[in-house]
Each structure stands twice: as structure tokens, then as C-alpha cells.
């Protein structure tokens, strides 16, 4: 006599282990997607950490933060995290003083493979060019980058963020309102420095003392949230420009 337990399975009991199997897949994919957005960000803050290390360094060794962008005699393109010679490849800005920078300045979230300056490489993050950097031709009154000696409260100040606008990534983080004295650029090139909330709704940001912050949403105002591209989800962090630098700085 055959066992009963040597035969196939049944119809039904085919069933069950394909329902099973398919609830397990149901369970783990958006567990396993979560996981590879908390491995992006963890990431990300790591790089903004870095960076923001090595650019509060290059302050306290010069006295002066690294400019925003600006002209220089064989370059065509002079910016705060590459520069590229006239007819050459790009090489690691300022701050990184000839330093390989690797991949550190390109968010692991951002899917963009250039941002909006000169074709850059380089995606996902930008610089405080607000009240920290100075971008040349800025009609502000200032005339360089800001001085370490004039930073009043250092875990105040963001030097780094998720970049991004209604383009794609950037390259200069603006402040919400113009200042005469210090960042004074148009609505077009304020709009384009807003930060990018790419990770599970948070713009991760970095500050002078090191630590980084994930800001959970924009600001508010007249109780409409304040995005300046609501399909690509960026938007400015204050609705006036304490958290950019003015605490910092005790203006």
C-alpha cells in the first residue's frame, strides 16, 4: 500500500503555498525598498558630513569659507566643488586642495548625471551661497566669501544641502528673501537654489560645526505648503532667512 504522504500535492494545497509566497513577496519588497532608501540616506549624511568638515577646515586655514563660483585667468568654470582649465578635465575645487573627492559630492538618492551649471558631473548637493559662498556678479554689496572669525554660532550655519529645483539638481543654495548686503540674485536664480526633499519627503542638510539635519518639509505660508516645483518636490527651508545664515551670523 502507497503512503498517503508520498503522493503530489493537491490543487488546493498548490494554492495556498503560491498565496503564501505571494503574501511573503508583498511583505518584503516595500521592506527591502525601505531599506535601500535608509542605506541612500545614511549616505548622503555621511557625504554632507564630510563635506562640511573639510570646508569648515579650509575657513579656519584660510580665514575664509571657498567662493560660491567666480572668474579665474584659464578656467571655465571656477566653482566651490570643481573647477575645469580651459580645453582640460575637471579637477576637485578649492576646499578639497587637491584632494580626490570621489563620488562624495554626488547625492546616492539623486538620478540626475549632470546638474545645471557647465554640465557638471558632480549632482545632488549644494552650497550655501546665501550668506557662506559668494557667486561672482551677485549684486549684492559683499565682495567675498564670508570670514570664519565673523561665524557666532557654527551649529547655526548650513553649508550643504540636497540641491534641486524645477530642473533638476543645483549647485547654489539661496536664501528665501534677497538681502542687499549679502545675496541679492533674482527670483529665477533664487527659485533654482532650493533644496530637493528626495529622501522619503527630508532634505538632508550639513552645518559648520559638522552635524547634519534632515528638514522634514517646506516652509509654510498662508497655510499652503511652500513649494517652488510641487512635481519635483523642492522647495526653501524658512520662510524668511534665519535658518540661512542671519541666526548664524547675529544680523
Not at 210 to 220: A, L
Request: proline share 4%.
Amino acid at each position: 500500500m502507497k503512503s498517503r504522504y508520498a503522493q503530489g500535492f493537491t490543487i488546493l494545497e498548490c494554492l495556498l503555498v503560491v498565496g503564501i509566497l505571494g503574501l511573503l513577496i508583498g511583505v518584503m519588497v516595500p521592506m527591502m525598498r525601505g531599506l535601500k532608501e535608509d542605506a541612500w540616506d545614511a549616505d548622503c549624511k555621511a557625504h554632507l558630513r564630510q563635506m562640511a568638515q573639510v570646508c569648515t577646515a579650509f575657513a579656519q586655514s584660510t580665514g575664509e569659507y571657498p567662493w560660491g563660483m567666480k572668474n579665474e585667468a584659464g578656467y571655465s568654470s571656477y566653482c566651490w566643488d570643481f573647477k575645469r582649465p580651459n580645453g582640460g578635465k575637471d579637477e576637485p575645487g578649492d576646499m578639497w586642495e587637491g584632494l580626490n573627492f570621489g563620488s562624495v559630492v554626488c547625492c546616492p538618492k539623486c538620478r540626475d548625471t549632470f546638474d545645471n551649471w557647465n554640465g557638471s558631473g558632480y549632482t545632488g548637493y549644494n552650497y550655501n551661497c546665501a550668506y557662506v559662498g559668494k557667486v561672482v556678479g551677485d549684486r549684492a554689496t559683499r565682495e567675498s566669501p564670508l570670514r570664519w572669525m565673523q561665524v557666532k554660532q557654527a551649529d547655526k550655519l548650513p553649508l550643504f544641502g540636497d540641491g534641486g529645483y524645477s530642473g533638476g539638481p543645483n549647485k547654489f543654495m539661496r536664501a528665501t528673501q534677497a538681502s542687499r548686503d549679502w545675496d541679492y540674485s533674482g527670483d529665477s536664480l533664487r527659485e533654482a537654489g532650493t533644496q530637493a526633499f528626495r529622501h522619503k519627503g527630508h532634505a538632508n542638510i550639513s552645518f559648520a560645526d559638522g552635524h547634519v539635519e534632515s528638514c522634514q518639509k517646506p516652509y509654510t505660508t498662508s497655510g499652503k505648503e511652500g513649494w517652488v516645483s510641487e512635481k519635483a518636490k523642492t522647495a526653501f527651508v524658512g520662510e524668511n532667512n534665519d535658518f540661512y545664515g542671519k541666526m548664524a551670523l547675529g544680523l
